[in-house]
């Protein structure tokens, strides 16, 4: 390999200009990223606030109804990866070389761990919003379509996919929200203190 032939390496061995300015832009979106981590509502609210403007601008504009229904199916798809198991057990019930949720009061509690996390998934929501807020300035995008036959199917998929979820929910008991850690009570404290 000749002296340039890595990526992002100019002729004379250095990372070129373009490569370190994309680089240093990676690092920046990614630090801001890892700042927001702990301030879930707030992530969520400012999703749901820029959902409210592409709605908004999707009414105004009265078109772009095909993007409108990519983006309902796309959130349809991460959220059901949201609330199935890492490891789905319909897949574990044949082999026995693998963990499986637990099924009986006395087995070994396994919390349950999402396909896609929580942070992944509002990251995932977030970009899906902005592509599709992007679209909406294009007119190639504009395809003409009779919105409520898209609205319809859009109920009617959702429906039979979270009925279909449930069931998977209700075969092998897991639930996909908690409520925070398990707290056991024990002896209460009566305040005596010991002297040495």
């Not at 409108?68 to 070389?97: C, Q, R, W």
């Not at 006395?106 to 970009?127: D, G, Q, V, Y």
Request: charged share 20%; net charge positive.
């Amino acid at each position: 390999m000749s002296e340039g032939d890595s990526i992002g390496e100019s002729v004379h061995g250095k990372p070129s200009v373009v490569y370190r300015f994309f680089s240093r832009l990676g690092q920046i979106y990614q630090s801001w990223l890892d700042k927001s981590t702990p301030y879930t509502a707030v992530r969520w609210i400012v999703t749901l606030g820029l959902s409210f403007i592409y709605m908004i601008r999707v009414y105004l504009l009265q078109g772009w109804y095909i993007v409108t229904y990519a983006l309902g199916i796309y959130h349809l798809n991460l959220f059901i990866a949201f609330l199935s198991p890492k490891v789905d057990p319909s897949l574990l019930e044949d082999s026995d070389d693998g963990p499986s949720l637990p099924t009986r009061q006395n087995e070994e509690f396994r919390p349950f761990i999402r396909r896609l996390p929580e942070f992944k998934f509002w990251h995932s929501a977030t970009k899906g919003i902005l592509v599709a807020m992007a679209c909406t300035f294009f007119e190639a995008f504009n395809v003409p379509v009779f919105w409520p036959i898209l609205v319809m199917y859009f109920i009617m998929l959702f429906c039979i996919t979270m009925k279909r979820q449930i069931k998977h929910m209700i075969k092998y008991r897991y639930i996909p929200f908690t409520h925070g850690k398990r707290k056991y009570k024990g002896k209460e404290d009566v305040g005596k203190t010991f002297a040495s």
